[in-house]
């Protein structure tokens, strides 16, 4: 994937999967990535061939698995005691740990379909949702507002990254952290990263914040009711109920206030709105909608981008209009807070439900231009085609692996150029079939 977010409180294994957990209701653990529409977070490089787990099932019955595991393990442990860690937390943590062959799956797998963003917005953005998230609000007021109040954070923000990541805390896994960073090490895609994650563990554990048996998370390590990865949690993590704990899975004090520490070390500002729904001018060029065009939203008022209500535009920086279905969508122009956001999960569809969700919330209105509903998102077997045909006509996306990412959006912008079409860079099913037509 694409590039990884810094800092992040979890990775792409944790953050995605969670978000769909949320919406299957399914606390025993996330499942693959189809449900989002972009993909976040940090990416494991692609790896061809079985993994350790995956070689062959009838040989864990020969202990082979077993036996490889084991000495992984041990070697594991004698890094672990150079780095500090005593016999009695490894015997605590590692003595009972069990291989998940289940997260290998999950992390290796590659879904061929994607959920137009539309669909992950409303899904999310429900009114059952923004109803508890209400009603967790009133019920957490105190907690909230000082974690507000503290770092600066708005209370309706917290509440819906929590929201997002754990249905409110109703499921935000079972999986033993333990488990799930060795199993990934152990698989060796990511070891190194695994390996590291296992080691905040570990002085998590051996700090004394939290018993083995409640650490628990999802499969991909992720911990707690806003998903904190080990190494984010020793970052970020806060004491705020005083009681010598940083507790981000019982205590709502410490879950608000880690939350919105981590924003705030992210970048968000203090009485800065992340930004608002807009409407733009009809020669507006959507080459500009672009992440790296920033501007103060004064000049973007002066080239005529106007809130939806025609009130004044919010006042930022160093803003950027954002179409995340292409022109013929919904656009929005947003600054430096919705970029903190990006920084939980770096994924456009996170990031905008988050503030999406967090603006319903607090009382605000929806998304009210329409979505282009008659757009069917490509496959990534068909965005893998459609990266092969732009190499080929000269216009480079990068090496093809069937995602969308900058260099690909770059390339497609120009081939829109070339047929005279609005460069939005948004993949189509009909931008493929022409790209496909020989030239």
């Known amino acids: 994937m694409p590039q990884r977010p810094l800092p992040c409180p979890r990775t792409l294994l944790a953050s995605t999967a969670l978000v769909i957990a949320v919406l299957s209701g399914c606390a025993s653990g996330p499942t693959t990535r189809p449900t989002v529409p972009q993909a976040p977070g940090p990416s494991a490089p ?127 896994g079972d999986v033993p952290v333990f488990d799930a960073l060795a199993t990934l090490g152990f698989e060796g895609r990511r070891e190194a990263w695994a390996k590291s994650e296992l080691l905040a563990a570990l002085r998590i554990l051996q700090r004394g914040d939290i018993d083995r048996e409640r650490m628990v998370g999802s499969w991909a390590g992720a911990m707690g009711q806003t998903q904190f990865m080990p190494s984010s949690y020793l970052a970020y993590a806060v004491d705020a109920d005083g009681d010598g704990r940083r507790d981000i899975w019982g205590s709502m004090a410490d879950v608000l206030s880690s939350t919105a520490h981590f924003l705030a070390r992210s970048g968000w500002r203090a009485q800065e709105a992340w930004g608002t729904e807009v409407q733009l001018p009809a020669d507006f060029d959507p080459s500009r909608a672009d992440p790296q065009v920033r501007q103060p939203s004064a000049q973007w008022a002066a080239e005529g981008v106007r809130a939806m209500d025609n009130t004044p535009l919010p006042d930022l920086a160093d803003a950027s209009i954002l179409q995340p279905a292409g022109a013929r969508g919904p656009a929005f122009i947003v600054g430096r807070n919705y970029r903190a956001v990006l920084r939980y999960n770096n994924a456009t569809s996170y990031a905008l439900t988050v503030c999406l969700l967090a603006q319903r919330i607090a009382g605000g209105p929806g998304v009210q231009a329409p979505w282009p509903k008659d757009l069917r998102p490509l496959t990534r077997s068909e965005t893998l085609a459609m990266q092969n045909a732009l190499n080929q006509r000269g216009f480079d996306s990068g090496k093809p692996d069937g995602q969308m990412g900058p260099a690909t959006r770059r390339a497609l912008q120009q081939f829109q150029r070339s047929l005279a079409l609005p460069a939005d860079g948004y993949p189509t099913p009909d931008l493929l079939k022409q790209l496909l037509q020989t030239p």
């Open 46 to 172: 692609s790896v061809t061939g079985p993994s350790p787990v995956q070689e062959t099932e009838g040989k864990l019955a020969e202990g082979t698995v077993d036996e490889r595991f084991a000495l992984w393990l041990a070697n594991f442990r004698d890094t672990a005691r150079a780095a500090g860690i005593d016999d009695a937390t490894l015997h605590a943590a590692l003595d009972g740990v069990h291989l998940r062959s289940r997260a290998v799956e999950l992390d290796r797998a590659q879904p061929e379909f994607t959920r137009p963003l539309w669909d992950y917005i409303e899904a999310i953005v429900s009114t059952q949702r923004i109803a508890q998230g209400q009603q967790k609000l009133a019920q957490f007021q105190a907690e909230a507002d000082a974690a507000s109040t503290r770092y600066g954070v708005p209370a309706p923000i917290l509440m819906a990254v929590w929201g997002l990541e754990s249905n409110y805390g109703s499921n935000y």
